[in-house]
């Protein structure tokens, strides 16, 4: 059993560069999110999914993009980086149909933007 | 609008010693509460979580907190540290559980040999 798996671990883009941050999980978890971690900041929710299908906005959703074709995989987009991008990158999800804390972890995406 | 704050943004304790890390939020319905764990180079980890059953839960790794009303805290204890309890430690908020959970800035625990 996997959990949630993250990749890549390590990233540096060029600003004005495209990547997408991949996410799967074998859990068969209704909800996916991904979180961004800052330096004293905490985590903060920039989209989250319920479903297959199903996306929204989180806090911080601005110069980000999110897709949710499959139960599984919860891919994240950054079509133009910006150095304000730079942070450490969290997938994460849930199981049960009415519990939306975030209960399973990856072990995260470092991405440098310069 | 919910809100979480973590006071010291980094705590030191000696192994054996108690550690109690503060966490007060602020909510307009009575909230869910809760605190993760981070180690190095990790994702979270859940350690508990408060859904206004009993005031004190306990969690895994002999951590503990209590919910208080009164003083709108939710503060995590565990009466004697080891080592390996030195990582990040996040405490959050709901609003119910259908609701996103809002995280604090979290809390760096060193634990002196």
């Known amino acids: 059993n996997a959990g949630v798996t993250q990749t890549p671990k390590f990233r540096i883009l060029k600003i004005g560069q495209s990547m997408t941050l991949q996410c799967t999980q074998d859990m068969n978890h209704n909800y996916m999110y991904w979180y961004r971690q800052d330096p004293g900041m905490g985590l903060k929710l920039i989209y989250y999914?319920?479903?297959?299908?199903?996306?929204d906005k989180g806090e911080v959703p601005n110069g980000y993009n999110v897709s949710r074709s499959t139960t599984e995989d919860f891919p994240l987009r950054l079509e133009l980086a910006a150095p304000s991008q730079t942070s450490v990158y969290f997938c994460?999800?849930?199981?049960?149909?009415?519990?939306?804390?975030?209960?399973?972890f990856g072990d995260g995406t470092r991405l440098s933007i310069l | 609008a919910q809100s979480v704050t973590q006071l010291g943004s980094h705590v030191s304790v000696s192994e054996g010693a108690l550690v109690l890390l503060r966490c007060n939020y602020s909510s307009s319905v009575p909230p869910y509460l809760f605190w993760y764990v981070q180690y190095p180079n990790q994702g979270l980890q859940l350690l508990l979580k408060?859904?206004?059953?009993?005031?004190l839960v306990k969690g895994i790794n002999g951590f503990e907190a209590e919910f208080k009303k009164s003083e709108t805290s939710f503060h995590l204890t565990k009466p004697s540290a080891h080592m390996s309890d030195a990582a990040e430690y996040f405490c959050?908020?709901?609003?119910?559980?259908?609701?996103?959970?809002?995280f604090g800035p979290g809390t760096s625990l060193s634990v002196i040999p």
């Open positions: 994460a999800s849930t199981q049960g149909l009415l519990s939306n804390q975030p209960q399973h």
């Open positions: 999914s319920v479903g297959a299908g199903i996306t």
């Open positions: 959050a908020v709901s609003r119910s559980s259908y609701d996103k959970v809002i």
């Open positions: 408060y859904t206004s059953a009993a005031t």
